[in-house]
C-alpha cells in the first residue's frame, strides 16, 4: 500500500510540474481517480412497517387506520409482502366465533399504485399465518407515488392472560443504484 501511494505522489507531482493552470488539475484529477475502485451496482431496500396491537375491549368501537405512500420509479425492482395477523380473542373458547363477523374485528389491507390499480389486497377476519408476496414488474411498475391503506379493527386485554389482537405488515420497496466507494448514499 506504502508503494502506491508513493508512486501516485509521484506521478501527480510530475503531472504538476510539466502542466500548469486548468489543464494540469484536470490531468491530476484523473490520475487520482484512476485509484479509485470501480463503481457498482448495490440493491437498496425500504421498509414499510404498520404493526398494530389491540390492548382494550373499546377497541372494537374504532377502527384503526393507517395510510403511507412511497416511490416507484425506473429503478425499482421488487415489492415483497409479509402479512400476518392473530385473532386471539375470537380463538378464546369463553368467545365462539358467531360473535365475531367480518365487520367486529377485520384487518382489511390494499396496495394501490399511481395509476389507482390494486396491486395487492387482504381482507381478513380470522388469523393469517405469515403470507408472503412478492410483486414483479410486468414489464415496468406504475411509476409515481403508491398508496398502502390498513384499516383494521380488533380488542385485547391485558389483565387474564394478555389477549390482544394484532397484526404486522411490512412492505419492502427494492432498488437498484449505483454504490461509489468511499461514499455512503447509494445513487
Known sequence: MGHHKLAAMLLLVMMMAS?????????ARESVESLRDPAYDSLNNNKITV??????????????????????????????????????????????????????????????????????????????????????????????????EVRARGGGQGTIGSLQDQFLLIVTVTNTCVQYPLMDDCF
Open 19 to 27: 502542466t500548469s493552470g486548468c489543464m494540469g488539475l484536470i490531468a
Open 51 to 148: 404493526s398494530h396491537q389491540f390492548t382494550s375491549l373499546t377497541n372494537y368501537t374504532t377502527e384503526y387506520v393507517h395510510r403511507s405512500t412511497f416511490m416507484v420509479n425506473e429503478q425499482t425492482t421488487e415489492i415483497d409482502i409479509y402479512f400476518k395477523v392473530r385473532f386471539e380473542w375470537s380463538e378464546s373458547p369463553l368467545f365462539p366465533d358467531v360473535f365475531f363477523d367480518n365487520e367486529t374485528h377485520y384487518v382489511r389491507a390494499t396496495l394501490t399504485d399511481s395509476e389507482g390499480r390494486v396491486q395487492w389486497e387482504q381482507d381478513v377476519s380470522e388469523d393469517a399465518s405469515p403470507l408472503e408476496e412478492q410483486l414483479q414488474p410486468n414489464p415496468s411498475f406504475a411509476y409515481g407515488e403508491w398508496v398502502l
